[in-house]
């Protein structure tokens, strides 16, 4: 069975500081895999994802994420925050070679505050 | 805006009743998803539906029910409702979303549903 773990529920960084959004993902074998934004009462937006090819992905706003084989994780960074990136984060995980592939398992999500 | 339209967006209603919840996928996406945004639970994948069938299913109640119209559109029925059934209720539609797809899914602005 698959699972997402994301390490700390709330971050806080300064402005201008660097973002790192820890996830980690158990499967037997290597899921596709996302990040995906939530804003205050809005729905959520894909950041970036993973399926094959280049390990370091570069998505929207700024942020990157590079799957780690050895390490089973896909940490969201960005180098510089900026006030709009707060909101939360959530890191998730689908299957590739299964008949409901689209069944996506979402992490419990990272909060992020940036402090002016 | 992603394109996909959730109504309504506010729903209060009381124990023991029932509710549909509406949502309109993107122009020419065929899968739909819906999804349970609570605090205690998290976000949780409830079902899909691919071109008016159901594709997948994942954490749905046995009191909850949902279905795709020929227009694609999809209404999530969520009856004999309790106090935990309070939550963010959001929908998503991809292009295609069958095994071993890798289309982005794009969520609405949810349905927020408060039991009292």
């Known amino acids: 069975a698959q699972s997402v773990t994301q390490l700390g529920s709330h971050v806080s960084v300064s402005e201008g500081a660097l973002v790192l959004l820890r996830c980690n993902y158990s499967?037997?074998?290597?899921?596709?895999l996302f990040w995906y934004v939530q804003y205050p009462n809005q729905g959520l937006q894909l950041l970036l994802k993973y399926t094959t090819g280049a390990t370091l992905v570069k998505g929207i706003n700024g942020f990157e994420a590079e799957f780690k084989k050895s390490e089973t994780s896909f940490h969201l960074t960005k180098p510089s925050a900026h006030m709009s990136d707060a909101a939360e984060y959530f890191c998730?995980?689908?299957?590739?070679?299964?008949?409901?592939?689209?069944?996506?398992?979402f992490g419990s999500g990272t909060r992020l505050s940036i402090r002016p | 805006d992603s394109g996909v339209t959730q109504t309504p967006k506010h729903l209060i209603t009381a124990t023991g009743q029932r509710v549909t919840l509406r949502c309109s996928p993107r122009?020419?996406?065929?899968?739909v998803y819906w999804y349970q945004q609570s605090l205690d639970q998290g976000l949780q994948f409830l079902i899909q539906y691919y071109n008016g069938e159901e594709r997948a299913k994942g954490n749905i109640l046995e009191r909850f029910s949902a279905q795709q119209f020929p227009d694609l559109h999809s209404e999530l029925n969520l009856s004999s409702l309790e106090l935990g059934d309070s939550a963010l209720y959001f929908c998503?539609?991809?292009?295609?979303?069958?095994?071993?797809?890798?289309?982005?899914?794009?969520f609405g602005p949810g349905t927020r549903l408060t039991v009292l």
């Open positions: 122009s020419g996406d065929l899968s």
């Open positions: 499967s037997s074998v290597p899921p596709y």
């Open positions: 998503a539609s991809s292009v295609v979303g069958t095994s071993g797809s890798t289309d982005t899914q794009y």
């Open positions: 998730a995980v689908s299957p590739k070679w299964d008949s409901s592939a689209s069944k996506i398992i």
